[in-house]
T-cell receptor, first 115, second 112 residues
Framework: KAGVTQTPRYLIKTRGQQVTLSCSPISGHRSVSWYQQTPGQGLQFLFEYFSETQRNKGNFPGRFSGRQFSNSRSEMNVSTLELGDSALYLC??????????????FGPGTRLTVL | KQEVTQIPAALSVPEGENLVLNCSFTDSAIYNLQWFRQDPGKGLTSLLLIQSSQREQTSGRLNASLDKSSGRSTLYIAASQPGDSATYLCAVTEGGSEKLVFGKGTKLTVNP
């Protein structure tokens, strides 16, 4: 069974540009979450989607947005990039089996560098 | 606001040693706790998930315990190997969502 895949794996952008990252969950998983990982802040929650609906959003500015498609694939977009957006962006998927049983599986991440 | 703390931040041990990694959380109203492993520059690998109603889970040389009332979890690694070198992260799930709240991790180095 294929794991969570993320594309692209590496991105280099300049300040002011925008970027779109993609995540394909494990087959059958309908829940997708996104996290930002930086050396200073660690792992921080961005969004959570379930059946194309955003169920939860972290404390990030409106420049960060996301969506989920009917096949459960998800994209996140960052507009007007800032140097501080340089990070590893991780996507996780889970098979909803009840709150206590939800094990989340992570993809390899997209390394974004903003110059 | 839930806060997760992991102590120590880094740990270096000789091969073969048994070791314990610690995780504490401030709000005991959690649904589960997961332990992950992260190799440099890579994604997270799920190691163990403990439901809030459970006391421990085991997988191979790994054993994780959970004391929800005191807000603590430990990850026990038996007979450590150089391949166990990685950063170990714990995270809790709370509320009606999938949101994970992570600790900053413990960087483990196992020396041959």
């Amino acid at each position: 069974k294929a794991g969570v895949t993320q594309t692209p794996r590496y991105l280099i952008k300049t300040r002011g540009q925008q970027v779109t990252l993609s995540c394909s969950p494990i087959s059958g998983h309908r829940s997708v979450s996104w996290y930002q990982q930086t050396p200073g802040q660690g792992l921080q929650f961005l969004f959570e989607y379930f059946s194309e609906t955003q169920r939860n959003k972290g404390n990030f500015p409106g420049r960060f947005s996301g969506r989920q498609f009917s096949n459960s694939r998800s994209e996140m977009n960052v507009s007007t990039l800032e140097l501080g957006d340089s990070a590893l962006y991780l996507c996780a998927s889970s098979l909803w089996r009840g709150r206590a049983l939800n094990e989340q599986f992570f993809g390899p991440g997209t390394r974004l560098t903003v110059l | 606001k839930q806060e997760v703390t992991q102590i120590p931040a880094a740990l270096s041990v000789p091969e073969g040693e048994n070791l314990v990694l610690n995780c504490s959380f401030t709000d005991s109203a959690i649904y589960n706790l997961q332990w992950f492993r992260q190799d440099p520059g890579k994604g997270l690998t799920s190691l163990l998930l403990i439901q809030s109603s459970q006391r421990e889970q085991t997988s191979g040389r790994l054993n994780a315990s959970l004391d929800k009332s005191s807000g603590r979890s430990t990850l026990y690694i038996a007979a450590s190997q150089p391949g166990d070198s990685a950063t170990y992260l714990c995270a809790v799930t709370e509320g009606g969502s999938e949101k994970l709240v992570f600790g900053k991790g413990t960087k483990l180095t196992v020396n041959p």
